[in-house]
């Protein structure tokens, strides 16, 4: 292995919130001089949007605060993909259940999470395809990115 963590940012269509946490995670990461350190990928725990771009409104949410969008096509997470990751990161606590599901109950060491259980205020993201409110889905994602990016920045790679 290369000493790298691997991450995956997992929301529901992997067009909206894991797209930009894993752009928001890549701009942060490269800010510190930490990039190198990480493989850092998203998904969706369903496969309906897959082959789909990110949404307009996280392209243009991400745009507008100067972070560069990760080239992106979504994908569906797969049972394998509890080998290939270290650090599974939810959404929302209905992604954590899905993503339980599609590992068939074992994780093989992954960490499955929610983004926002890194920060001292563990809650879910609310998807900004159903609200239309990319504003508070991009605050809560900076907020949990910059709190996983902190606490991973500590451990040991």
């Known amino acids: 292995m290369d000493g790298k963590k691997r991450i995956v940012f997992v929301c529901l269509g992997n067009i909206c919130r894991s797209p930009m946490a894993e752009s928001v ?24 949007e897959a082959g789909n771009p990110v949404h307009r ?15 992106h096509r979504a994908v ?15 959404m929302e606590r ?15 060491g992954a960490a499955v999470c929610r983004l926002l259980d890194f920060t001292d205020n563990p809650r879910d993201i609310a998807d900004p395809w159903f ?19 902190e606490k991973l920045s500590s451990v040991n790679v």
């Open 57 to 71: 409104g996280t392209v243009s949410k991400l745009t507008s605060c100067g972070i560069p969008v990760v080239p």
């Open 76 to 90: 569906q997470l797969t049972g394998d993909d509890c080998r290939r990751f270290d650090y599974v990161v939810c």
């Open 131 to 149: 609200t239309g409110d990319f504003d508070t889905t991009y605050r809560d994602v900076w907020e949990g990115c910059t709190a996983m990016a």
């Open 94 to 108: 209905a992604n954590v259940r899905a993503v339980h599901h599609i590992f068939g109950g074992r994780s093989h």
């Open 25 to 48: 995670f890549t701009y942060i990461a490269a800010a510190r001089g930490e990039l190198g350190r990480y493989v850092i990928a998203s998904a969706g725990t369903s496969g309906e």
